[in-house]
């Protein structure tokens, strides 16, 4: 089936560690983005990417990084430099310019114990 | 840059009733206002959507109504069932493929 793949589901991480979520599409989807989702603050956009080999910082880039080095993949680093990392996370996709409609993954939560 | 307020933050109604959600955005160039629905434990779908150049978008239970000189859109679903019950975030963006910015959320709780 087509969709979206996050992976883990759950994390856990010690302080001080970098660790990597994955996202992976087989929709051909052209863009991918990344939000982070806190209880009443909604969604907020941390990286996308339009075209692979490309990205953008969203509002809340700080402490985090993404490569896109495949159009499938879009995998996204949350570093020691992200203060306060304990969060549900969300990748996305979208399959052109004039397509409106986000995919989503069913997220990966990570706890920093 | 784009900002997006949605009210209420969380709404109870008995089934049945109609429901409303409320948006305002900043953008005056927005164009592009989703909806999307998530369920507890899982991603954000997207249930209806609506472009500048229309004022209403009508889909079974739901409809989208827009305001482009108040810069507000808001989702109605009528007839509402249990299993309406969700988060539920309106969006906005200047064009479809560009990034959205989403709004806070509001929890619709639907009571038998």
């Known amino acids: 089936d087509g969709g979206i793949t996050q992976s883990p589901k759950y994390l856990f991480r010690k302080e001080g560690q970098n660790v990597t979520l994955s996202c992976e599409q087989n929709l051909n989807h052209d863009a991918m983005y990344w939000y982070r989702q806190d209880p009443g603050q909604g969604l907020r956009l941390i990286y996308y990417?339009?075209?692979?080999?490309?990205?953008q910082k969203g509002d809340i880039a700080e402490g985090y990084s993404v490569s896109r080095e495949k159009k499938e993949s879009f995998p996204l680093t949350v570093t020691s430099a992200q203060k306060n990392p304990t969060a549900f996370y969300l990748c996305a996709s979208r399959g052109g310019l004039n397509t409106g409609e986000l995919f989503f993954g069913e997220g990966s939560r990570l706890t920093v114990l | 840059g784009e900002n997006v307020e949605q009210h209420p933050s969380t709404l109870s109604v008995q089934e049945g009733d109609s429901a409303v959600i409320k948006c305002t955005y900043s953008d005056s160039a927005s164009n592009y206002f989703p909806w999307y629905k998530q369920e507890l434990g899982k991603g954000p779908q997207l249930i209806i959507d609506i472009r500048s150049n229309v004022g209403e978008k009508k889909d079974q239970r739901i409809a989208v109504t827009l305001n482009k000189t108040a810069k507000h859109f808001s989702l109605h679903i009528t007839e509402t069932q249990p299993e309406d019950s969700a988060v539920y975030f309106c969006a906005a963006s200047r064009e479809a493929g560009t990034a959205l910015i989403f709004g806070k959320g509001t929890t619709l709780s639907v009571s038998s």
């Open positions: 990417s339009q075209i692979v080999n490309d990205f």
